[in-house]
């Protein structure tokens, strides 16, 4: 039954609702009816009260972003002032401006909705974490649609995890991987309390393998992944694991901020069986843009008359031949957060077996 509803987190639920159709590549597709997505739970009314237990992003200026979990009898203090949480429970929505209780009111922050940008930015840094200009070339690259299953080696802060989890929701499964137990365990909390957790499997486990080789790879068996997401000192090692287990012709993207290390995990690349190897670095660089009136200098000026004639014209001849002289002003403003990285997106060649003697 098509219209059958699934419940969340079950992936294989989800693939019994569907029906199966074939694409252009003969391979089997499964086509998701779309009482399969629950759009109350994707698209929040706009009139939402913040609730008891809410993430809400405080917005203190353009640069300054922090976090609340939202409980009653908490204060909230920064430069502005003392900001209660009881002000806003049950009493203003997302996105309203909430003043403070002391400076005669003067000073106030926003309570912000949580996205993954707003999250990225917010977040307590426990690593070096991918910002969201370079977050959403991955997931383009790597083609992510709802309900995929993603491999993400590298958890970190937990910013790119958040990223990968919306864009794969409501169904999807993120399996990321951290090799130190306690950021592991940070970001497993993390995601609890966010109200994400059952979109994520958080893994402690090194994938490299490069204290035991036994012990490397990721743990979900063979072509099981449509999209890999390797964020390593040493991507290289953890390529061969990739190889079995993405699917055929799925893509993966590797996270590096030198191209020492793009060298290394291209010739791993090609060695494991992908083709359409390519390396992506990507800047942002925001404008001021304006139309301004330039002020002509007071000098005697040259005026075209016809096609080949001119003549010298004084001030005022030349105000009357020639409008007003608008012009289209930029200037260069502070970039987006972003950090120098080189990234590749390879496709896995269709093969006919795979086995384990891809990673020996």
Not at 127 to 138: A, G, H, P
Not at 165 to 187: D, K, Q, S, V, W
Not at 201 to 229: L, N, S, W, Y
Request: aromatic share 8%; net charge neutral; glycine share 6%.
């Amino acid at each position: 039954n098509v219209d059958q509803r699934c419940q969340p987190g079950s992936h294989t639920e989800l693939f019994r609702a569907g029906h199966s159709a074939a694409d252009n590549d003969g391979q089997q597709v499964h086509v998701y009816p779309s009482s399969a997505f629950p759009l109350h739970v994707l698209e929040r009314s706009k009139h939402e009260l913040i609730q008891e237990g809410s993430l809400v992003v405080i917005f203190e200026s353009f640069d300054n972003l922090s976090f609340v979990y939202a409980k009653k009898g908490d204060v909230y203090h920064n430069k502005n002032g003392d900001f209660y949480h009881d002000d806003f429970i049950d009493k203003l929505r997302f996105g309203s401006k909430l003043r403070a209780r002391n400076h005669q009111g003067y000073g106030f922050v926003f309570l912000l909705r949580p996205t993954s940008e707003l999250w990225a930015r917010s977040l307590p840094h426990r690593t070096q974490i991918v910002y969201e200009l370079d977050s959403s070339t991955v997931i383009f690259q790597l083609n992510l649609k709802p309900n995929m299953v993603v491999l993400e080696s590298g958890t970190g802060s937990g910013a790119m995890s958040t990223a990968i989890m919306r864009t794969i929701a409501p169904y999807g499964m993120l399996h990321t991987y951290e090799f130190n137990g306690m950021r592991a365990e940070a970001a497993r909390v993390e995601f609890e309390r966010n109200k994400i957790s059952h979109l994520v499997t958080v893994h402690h486990r090194d994938v490299c393998g490069k204290e035991c080789a036994d012990d490397g790879g990721f743990d979900v068996g063979g072509q099981a992944a449509d999209a890999i997401f390797l964020d390593l000192p040493e991507p290289w090692l953890a390529v061969p694991h990739a190889a079995f287990a993405i699917k055929p012709n799925c893509r993966l993207c590797s996270y590096s901020p030198c191209v020492e290390q793009a060298q290394r995990c291209i010739a791993a690349l090609s060695e494991c069986g992908f083709h359409s190897i390519k390396t992506i670095e990507v800047r942002l660089r925001e404008n001021y843009v304006d139309e301004v009136e330039l002020e002509m200098p007071p000098t005697n000026r040259v005026v075209r008359v016809k096609k080949d004639e001119c003549k010298l014209v004084d001030e005022e001849e030349y105000d009357r031949t020639i409008q007003r002289n608008d012009r289209i002003f930029r200037k260069q403003m502070m970039g987006a957060r972003s950090n120098k990285i080189y990234q590749l997106c390879p496709r896995l060649r269709q093969k006919k077996k795979l086995t384990r003697k891809i990673i020996l």
